[in-house]
C-alpha cells in the first residue's frame, strides 16, 4: 500500500525553524520523486521543492532558496523539509506528493501520490 504522511507543521514566530516530515510507506526512495507543495488560503497550491535520488536533483521555488533544505533517509523511508527563518508569508498548509522518477521543470503537480497535508503557521 503506497502511502504519504506528512508531520511536523505548527505554530511558529518569524524567523524560527520547522523541519516537515513525509512517511512514505510503499515507496522506494531511489524510484521516485518527492515533492513539497503549499496552498495557503485563497491561493493556488505552489510547488515549494523537489527531490529525485534518481536524478540527483534538488530543486527549490526562489522564495525558499538559501532557508529551505530537502532530503531524505532511505533507512527511515522519508522525506524531510528543513524551514528555516521563516516568513509569515510561508504560512500554508504543506503537502508531500510522489512521482515516478523525477521532478518537473517548475515544480509543477503533476504528482500521483499526495499526503494529507499538514498546517504551518508563522506568526507572532
Known amino acids: 500500500q503506497y502511502q504519504l504522511v506528512e508531520s511536523g507543521g505548527g505554530l511558529v514566530q518569524p524567523g524560527g525553524s520547522l523541519r516537515l516530515s513525509c512517511a512514505a510507506s510503499g515507496f522506494t526512495l531511489d524510484y521516485y520523486a518527492f515533492g513539497w507543495f503549499r496552498q495557503a488560503p485563497g491561493k493556488e497550491r505552489e510547488g515549494v521543492s523537489c527531490?529525485?535520488?534518481?536524478?540527483?536533483?534538488?530543486d527549490y521555488v526562489d522564495s525558499v532558496k538559501g532557508r529551505f533544505t530537502i532530503s531524505s533517509d532511505n533507512a527511515k523511508n522519508t522525506v524531510y523539509l528543513q524551514m528555516n527563518s521563516l516568513k509569515p508569508e510561508d504560512t500554508a498548509v504543506y503537502y508531500c506528493?510522489?512521482?515516478?522518477?523525477?521532478?518537473?521543470?517548475?515544480?509543477?503537480?503533476?504528482?500521483?501520490?499526495w499526503g494529507q497535508g499538514t498546517q504551518v503557521t508563522v506568526s507572532s
Open positions: 506528493a510522489a512521482r515516478w522518477r523525477s521532478c518537473l521543470r517548475g515544480l509543477t503537480s503533476d504528482f500521483g501520490s
Open positions: 527531490i529525485s535520488i534518481w536524478d540527483g536533483v534538488q
